[in-house]
């Protein structure tokens, strides 16, 4: 029967050849599969048998390309003026103008005499400023000295506290010892430095506003004012500002809007000492203007 009969073992009676046809059909695969890979990177190489033997990996070892960031810079002069008046807005205290060049990284406190008078009124500086307001002392100073006041703010005395209240101590160098006693205060400072606390900042400048007059008393208390910048224009104060402005704004009369002052941060910021090393540039002047910038302009 299994003679005659049909056998169906007849397709894998050689199994050892099959077995070879198959390894035969990987090895082919294996080596078409290799030169597609050959070819591939021989094309990556620019055909460049030569460039199989650069060391390392191209792509990591070239250096990576580095654009110079150039810092910032700001130029222009801006002006504010700053003035102080008895809480009844009876009497002006004084008037200063502040003057900030930003090419110069500079900050000028300039003292206004308050007798310094309006030849268009025959008012002075400080009657026109409890007469007829702020904005007519804005328009004289700007005609007197030739420049553009930016802003304006006026403090009574009380707000003149708070804001010393709110920002903290200062460090004065005093030029004689100070002993004023009256009905409304007492005040006893030692000559040279002096860490005043807000209260005796505040007695301070109404010692100054009750012992001097005119040009004088303006510029004692210009000397405050650049105290008050060592003091307080620094990068930590500077960090919680937009807070502290919303508070000192209540204590004055101004123009400034906080619109104004996030416009101007980014060169609020760039006065600021970058390290310690470098300083504040602030200082009492006479000149309301850059010298430099002038001297350059008659050439």
Known sequence: ???????????????????????????????????????????????????????????????????EVESVSYEGEYYFLVAVTSDDGKASRFLNIISVDLAEKTIRVVPIDGALADSATGFSCDKLLVTNGVKSVVTFLNKYYGIEIDRYAVFTESGYKSFFRTMGDITIKISENVAYDTADMFLELNKGENVLTPDKTYKYMKYICETKKGYEKSKANAEIAVAAFNAFYNADKFNSADNTFSIIVDYCNTDITIVDFMDAKDELEYLLPKNSKEKLKVFVSDNIKNETIEESSDE
Do not use: H
């Open 1 to 67: 029967m299994a003679k005659y009969g049909l056998d169906l073992r007849q397709k894998n009676k050689d199994p050892k050849k099959r077995n070879i046809v198959l390894v035969c059909i990987f090895l082919c695969f294996v080596i078409a599969l290799g030169s597609v890979s050959t070819l591939l990177l021989w094309r990556s190489l620019n055909y460049d048998f030569n460039n199989i033997f650069v060391q390392g990996d191209v792509s990591t070892t070239s250096a990576p390309e580095t654009t």
